[in-house]
């Protein structure tokens, strides 16, 4: 019996010990590392260079117009070099997007798969691009990626590179679980990985950064006929309490920082901004960078929460107010993670509802949600807490608009643009009927109808369903290039679509004749006359109320949809401070009676090739400040998922298919860069 006892007593005593043991081994696999001030100073303090290796000219355009050409592009596209998308399962590189962007194909190779794989390419080649990779985890990847590294077998590199994972996992969660090995980290850098002070880590992600500035040069077309170009950039990934407060960086040319700043050491998008600031702008090398907040949806109201209510000194709000106001002149109000412009229902906003507000929302538009009000939320990127009028881009305008009476900086004075997000490397691919996912996971019809996935450790949930295949960047500019597309980001010319290459115009003044829709340079007048989309409205004068030139024109492809409408949408803040919107139809006809057949994608209903008019504001009160922007919006037309119920044979046939819940029908659009009347 004793012995029993003993042999028990030992048996318990092991697996203790063995449990101890297990416990300080895991916590040495994933010990993370602060970056300390010392390595701050080290890595971070350097002013932007420019490499050798990049040409010192580059040819005249022969095609230059002095009265700005669309240039359609992709500002955010992820490849296998971020940890999120290797995780996923990505293996294409930088070159490959590229490729992909000029025009060519490119397979939808996960790694190690042999084979026949979905290959994808563009209606058209893209004008421009920027491949923003995530900063966080550069320098880890490729660590656990070098085959020659002493720690290359640590825990965390074998779970991202899938050679762990929870028994029984699906395919899914075995890519989520590789996902998280790196990005679940969020407090500091795994000392197994990084060393002692984090250097190591940061040392590769140098020579990442080098290699996507190198491949940025190699597809830059120097030549005279300048048919594409490519931008440095990467994204500044943070997030608080669960909400995303992501941002994409973009360099003017090649001077950039010898590091890029991740949200591992700047815990604040301010800090951020004055490191471009100090390391970038004031560098005296010709450097300058806007950033691009991005996915406002997933916030929870912090993208857009106004300085003025924030418990800091009048001083700082106002610094952190002018940073914002130089540096984020951009934001992007769609991609396949959901559209950012608007959402019905927030009680905190008044002017009744806007019906085409329900466009591609993750969190369904009749969801009985709790408005945050004047407050903060958390786990927007669960789709979990309230909702809040600072997560969407209209309603920062009129905060802005206060914030420039309350503490004389408005911090939300931006254009719009639209962009992908895409993590297999292929931004630009916008067409609905041909969409392979986003993420290399959601390539088959059977993965992309599937419902809510929740991503372990409360980091984001989601369904690929209630994605979409993103945006594309619009930028008015006389030549492609990086000086002239970089110039006309920088004020603001910009507008974004949801796919469709539709170019809109818009222009305002005081004194714009009624016809000069019937003008054949009326671009020519508008430039003359008005200010373009971004600018502030010259001094009003005698007028009585602003004028505005709104046009747009179709995409150019012989299947691009009609346009049904324009409409100009107005939003302000009354003198308590609340926020108020109107829309305004000003052109085309909602009412036209255009339809489309989901179960065939047949249109029927005319709808126009362009729309334009002169529209003035009917409710103009001049001691009110306001904010004003255009959306087109085309006749209706099928969503890919429409395509994919179309094109599956009946053993195969999701059976979201017939939840009348899921969206099949779209109205594609356009958003231009708003104009602003300040009342003072």
């Known amino acids: ?81 971020s940890a999120d998308a290797y995780g996923f399962g990505v293996s294409n590189q930088p070159d490959d997007f590229y490729r992909f962007a000029r025009g060519g194909e490119i397979e939808l190779r996960l790694q190690g798969e042999s084979g026949p794989v979905p290959t994808l390419q563009l209606d058209a080649p893209l004008d421009f691009a920027a491949i ?31 050679e762990w994972s929870w028994p029984g996992a699906s395919e899914r969660m075995r890519g989520l679980t590789r996902m998280l090995a790196l990005i679940g980290l969020q407090q500091g850098r795994p000392e197994i990985l990084c060393g002692a002070d984090g250097a190591r880590c940061l040392e590769r992600a140098t020579h990442m950064w080098d290699l996507n500035q190198r491949a940025a ?26 909400s995303n407060l992501h941002r994409n960086v973009i360099f003017k040319n090649a001077f950039v920082p010898p590091t890029p700043l991740s949200s591992r050491e700047a815990k604040q998008a301010e800090s951020m901004l004055q ?21 406002g949806n997933w916030s929870s109201g912090r993208m857009f929460y106004p300085y003025s209510m924030q418990k800091i000194p009048l001083a ?21 993670k ?22 591609e929302k993750l969190r369904p538009p009749e969801e009985d949600f709790e408005d945050c009000g004047e407050q903060v939320g958390s786990g927007g990127m669960r789709l979990a807490g309230c909702l809040s009028q600072y997560s969407y881009s209209r309603y920062a305008l009129a905060a ?17 643009i639209a962009a992908t997000d895409s993590h297999n490397a292929t931004g630009g691919a916008v067409a609905e009927d041909n969409y392979l996912g986003a993420t290399g996971m959601d390539r088959s019809v059977a993965s992309r109808t599937g419902e809510a996935v929740e991503v372990p450790g409360g980091i984001a949930k989601g369904s690929t369903i209630h994605y979409n295949p993103g945006g594309i960047a619009g930028v008015y500019a006389p030549e492609n290039t990086r000086e002239a ?117 047949e249109r029927s209903g005319s709808g126009a090739s362009e729309l334009c008019t002169v529209w003035r504001d009917p409710r103009f009160d001049p001691t009110v400040s306001a904010a004003y922007y255009v959306r087109a919006v085309e006749n209706p037309s099928c969503r890919w998922l429409a395509y994919d119920c179309m094109n599956a044979d009946a053993s195969s046939r999701p059976a979201t298919c017939d939840n009348p819940e899921h969206r099949k029908s779209i109205q594609e659009r356009a958003w231009t860069s708003p104009i602003w009347y300040n009342a003072d």
């Open 485 to 601: 597309l970089f110039a006309a980001m920088r004020r603001r010319e910009t507008f974004g679509t949801s796919g469709p290459r539709i170019e809109p115009r818009f222009f305002g003044g005081w004194n714009l004749k009624q016809n000069l829709c019937d003008q054949t340079d009326r671009v020519a007048q508008a430039y003359q006359q008005a200010v373009p989309m971004g600018s502030d409205l010259p001094p009003r004068g005698q007028a009585a109320a602003p004028a505005f030139l709104v046009s747009a024109r179709k995409a150019p492809n012989e299947s691009a949809t009609d346009l049904q409408r324009l409409q100009v949408v107005k939003v302000w803040s009354d003198q308590q401070g609340q926020t108020h919107q109107a829309v305004f139809d000003v052109a085309g006809d909602r009412n036209n009676g255009a339809t489309v057949n989901t179960s065939t994608c």
């Open 217 to 242: 040069e190699r597809w830059y077309d120097r030549s005279e006929h300048c048919q594409f170009t490519s931008f440095v950039g990467y994204e500044y990934t943070l997030a608080e309490q669960g």
């Open 275 to 295: 490191w471009l600031e100090d390391y970038c702008v004031n560098s005296g090398t010709g450097c300058d960078a806007i950033s691009i907040p991005h996915n």
């Open 132 to 162: 923003t990779d995530h900063a966080a985890n550069l320098g880890e990847q490729a660590l656990c990626l070098d085959p020659d590294f002493a720690n290359n077998n640590a825990l965390i590199c074998k779970v991202f590179r899938g």
């Open 338 to 359: 959901g559209d950012s412009e608007c959402r019905n229902g927030l009680s905190s906003v008044l002017g009744g509802a806007d019906e085409l507000c329900d466009f």
């Open 316 to 336: 700082e709000q106002r610094r952190r107010a002018a940073l914002r106001a130089n540096y984020e002149v951009l934001v992007e109000t769609m991609q396949v």
């Open 400 to 416: 802005g608009l206060e914030e420039r009476q309350k503490i004389g900086v408005n911090p939300f004075k931006f254009g719009i």
């Open 1 to 81: 019996m004793r012995t029993a006892i003993r042999v028990l007593l030992g048996s318990v005593a092991f697996l203790v010990l063995l449990a101890i043991g297990a416990y300080v081994w895991v916590q040495q696999q994933i010990q993370q590392v602060p970056t300390s001030a010392e390595i701050m100073q080290a890595w971070f303090t350097q002013p932007a260079v420019q490499p050798e290796y990049i040409a010192s000219s580059r040819a005249d355009c022969t095609d230059r117009n002095p009265l700005n050409n669309a240039y359609f592009g992709a500002l955010h596209v992820h490849t296998a070099v």
